[in-house]
């Protein structure tokens, strides 16, 4: 290298060291000088530029394939890369529960739909519109609003000038109309997180919404609250039942589960004079009933769920003649039933329930003439089912209910049609380690009573018949406590109908057949 060469590169080197220790005094991002390149400066090179509406992805190792819960060891236990959560083992990978943290909360970023990473951590997997991760921290969400924020304007690291103030993501020497300066130089439109002169975010109590009127905070109340000076109050009267359309054909022996769209559906049943196959959906907030397509085999005592699919499953009954194994599934997008694998054991007189592993689990019934403790769990990924603990009380006529934890309820029954052996037993299944354990009986021996899951974590057995007549009774259970409380009595007395917990908080009791033998079409609504 002659002696000019070496000159020009020594004031190239020179040049280079004091723009790299100017732009560290001024906090400046120095990558593309450590890493060699040429390249505008100011510009941002860990993290791509802002998409027009601000939800650039961050460019960390997100895992997208996400392997789904599966059932835990036979010891409980769960094998590696995998937590228990609400009676399943899911994926450390699975930001719905949290990544690899210590709970099984979800994800939850500012301003971020979260995903995990490689290394099991929340992290920003994308930025909600208008937003996006600036610091270089996908863990800690998406902190920029880059319409407003002056160090950001429009995107990361393009900071406005002195005296201008960022407004639509452009450096302007006033604000765009429709907003004003909220300090720092930031413009920003009234909202309810930018109110008044002082850009206020406003906070509302609890069954509160904040509002932003007239330059001032505010709050409003959530549906079924009202306003009692500074907080919102429950409006609903409690502990009480109320009469709602009746079904378009009544029957007993049906079955209901609460769909993922909110809607309740009634399946199936007896006409007292055979089995139907009809089907028919309640959508509380129309007080309405459609009817909806079929089941593709008619039948009674049969069991319902509503799948984590958003898919409702009918499950074994009784046909004209014998015990059915059948299963279907309906899904509500095409309006049709899908006959799946069927359950290894034909029975009618079962229940069913959702597992927080997103199984269903079939749990006792009636045939070949005495009550059945088979316990049977269907898995829809797989299309299999697959045999677990039975039931420490065999018997037909039950209720089931899942439970706080992921646990199922099984609740009464009848051992034995032929001595009207009527139970008040109740047992808990815990998936984790594919155990029953006794709980406290319910206060009212009953079969063919129904029961349902209530949003305040207890579990409510309604109806059925005592061996002498059809019953009103409602009883709640508390797992906590391990008690049973009376509450109020249904409007009618019944046996042979279903429940269902909807969306809503309420609890829906569908159909059966009361003290006269009369079948039934009334649905009645209970409040906890």
Request: hydrophobic share 35%; aromatic share 6%.
């Amino acid at each position: 290298m002659t002696r000019s060469q070496r000159t020009s590169t020594s004031s190239f080197l020179r040049t280079r060291l004091s723009i790299l220790l100017s732009l560290a005094l001024a906090g400046a991002s120095t990558a593309w000088l450590v890493s060699g390149c040429s390249t505008i400066l100011g510009a941002d090179f860990d993290r791509p530029a802002a998409s027009a509406d601000g939800g650039a992805a961050v460019p960390m190792d997100i895992v997208t394939n996400v392997p789904e819960p599966e059932p835990p060891n036979p010891d409980g236990s769960c094998a590696e890369g995998r937590k228990l959560c609400g009676g399943s083992c899911v994926s450390r990978l699975d930001a719905r529960f949290g990544c690899g943290g210590a709970t099984c909360d979800a994800c939850a970023l500012p301003n971020a739909v979260a995903a995990c990473t490689s290394g099991a951590l929340c992290a920003v997997s994308s930025c909600k519109a208008g937003w996006t991760d600036c610091d270089g921290k996908p863990t800690d969400g998406c902190e920029t609003e880059l319409a407003s924020d002056p160090a950001h304007c429009g995107s990361c690291e393009r900071a406005c000038n002195a005296g201008l103030v960022c407004g639509n993501g452009t450096c302007t020497s006033t604000c765009p109309e429709g907003t004003r300066p909220c300090g720092g130089g930031a413009c920003k439109a009234e909202s309810p997180t930018s109110c008044g002169a002082a850009c206020l975010s406003c906070t509302a109590p609890a069954h509160g919404v904040p509002v932003c009127t007239n330059g001032g905070c505010d709050f409003t109340c959530d549906k079924d609250y009202e306003r009692q000076g500074a907080t919102c109050v429950d409006t609903i009267p409690h502990d009480t039942w109320a009469t709602v359309a009746s079904m378009p054909t009544e029957r007993r022996g049906l079955a209901a589960a609460a769909g993922a769209d909110g809607r309740i559906y009634a399946i199936g049943g007896s006409n007292d004079a055979y089995p139907v196959s009809t089907v028919e959906v309640y959508t509380p907030s129309t007080n309405t009933w459609t009817e909806v397509a079929s089941l593709l085999t008619a039948r009674y005592d049969l069991a319902a769920a509503a799948g984590a699919d958003g898919r409702i499953y009918a499950i074994g009954g009784w046909s004209k003649s014998s015990s059915l194994s059948t299963v279907e599934v309906y899904t509500p997008s095409t309006n049709t039933w899908t006959e799946v694998a069927s359950m290894p054991t034909a029975r009618d007189g079962l229940a069913a329930a959702t597992g927080a592993d997103g199984r269903i689990y079939a749990v006792g019934g009636w045939a070949g003439g005495e009550g059945l403790g088979a316990v049977e769990v269907y898995t829809p990924s797989t299309n299999t089912w697959t045999e677990m603990a039975s039931l420490p009380t065999a018997r037909t006529g039950l209720a089931v209910a899942p439970g706080p934890g992921g646990s199922i309820h099984a609740i009464g029954g009848l051992v034995d049609f032929g001595v009207m052996s009527r139970l008040s037993t109740v047992e808990v299944y815990t998936p984790s380690t594919n155990t029953w354990t006794k709980v406290k009986n319910m206060p009212t021996a009953r079969y063919n009573l129904a029961a349902a899951m209530g949003a305040d974590g207890r579990t409510y057995a309604m109806g059925g018949n005592d061996g002498t007549s059809h019953r009103s009774i409602a009883e709640a259970y508390t797992p906590s406590t391990n008690t049973w409380t009376k509450v109020t009595n249904m409007p009618t007395a019944r046996s042979s109908l279903a429940a269902a917990a909807g969306a809503d908080g309420r609890i829906y009791a569908i159909g059966g057949q009361n003290g006269s033998s009369a079948v039934l079409s009334t649905v009645q609504v209970y409040t906890p």
